[in-house]
């Protein structure tokens, strides 16, 4: 049994013996919109083993049923700018080498997306914690999302749960409301965000041919996590130690023998 403490910073651009990876596509400040025509796209510079490249926008996978990484420059990753909602976003690419490591990340670039919304309504969401959102949150605590308008509970919606822009479930059916039940005891103590991104599957949207999905409202708040002065998380491989940097973690190896006669 041995016990491996990491301190990490989270939020670090990485960049290794010169190796760079920067976005060409969206410029700074550039208005994006539209359902298609539009490709995110990055440069590499001294980096022979980047095999992957992948994005984020506002720190979570590109949003929508399409890949978020490319494998051959200049990497471009088509995207539906309607699967967020209108206003100002930022976009982050990060250079991968074969074996998933980061080998270069680059400096994000802020976008804004300015779309008319093509269904016949204006969905709102409300949401409800069974722990105040200005208390520190322990145990398992439910969050659930309410929809309203004129189509709630008719158009199918996508409910799409994140914690640290990290996906954590999805629902997809025309409740009005869902709820997750939250286990903060699998997180490190200290702040999150918790978040909540609806999309519309098109239901009642006439304007767009094909059918329309897209983001319809998003909800999100930073909220304290505590629950033991140590935090204990378990882990299936000890390569998986860096999701959450500054713990102490036991790592235990377990062997299984087969007996034949």
Known sequence: MRTVGLALCSLCAVTLYGQSVSITAPTAGQALSGFSGFS???????????????????????PGPGPSCSRTAPYVVPWDTFWVLNGPH?????????LG????????????????????????????????LGSVWSGKVSVSGTLSGSYAGSDTFQWNWFIDGMPLEQMINTSVTNSLNLDTSQFANG?????????????????????????????????TFN????????????????????GTFTLSICQEINKTS
Request: aromatic share 10%; hydrophobic share 40%; net charge negative.
């Open 90 to 98: 930022q976009v982050v690419a990060t250079a991968y080498d074969a």
């Open 191 to 223: 702040p999150h965000v918790v978040a909540l991104v609806t999309q519309d599957q098109g239901n009642s949207c006439t304007t767009y041919s094909d059918g329309y999905e897209g983001a319809a409202t998003e909800w999100s708040r930073t909220v």
């Open 227 to 246: 629950n033991t002065s140590t935090v204990m998380e378990v882990r299936e491989n000890a390569h998986e130690v860096f999701l959450a940097p500054a």
């Open 101 to 132: 490591n980061v080998i270069a990340t680059s400096s994000p670039v802020a976008f804004t997306v300015a779309n008319n919304w093509p269904c016949s309504w204006a969905p709102a969401i409300t949401v409800t914690t069974g722990t105040a």
């Open 40 to 62: 995110f796209a990055a440069s590499i510079a001294s980096a022979p083993n980047a095999y992957n490249v992948c994005y984020t926008v506002d720190a979570y996978p590109v």
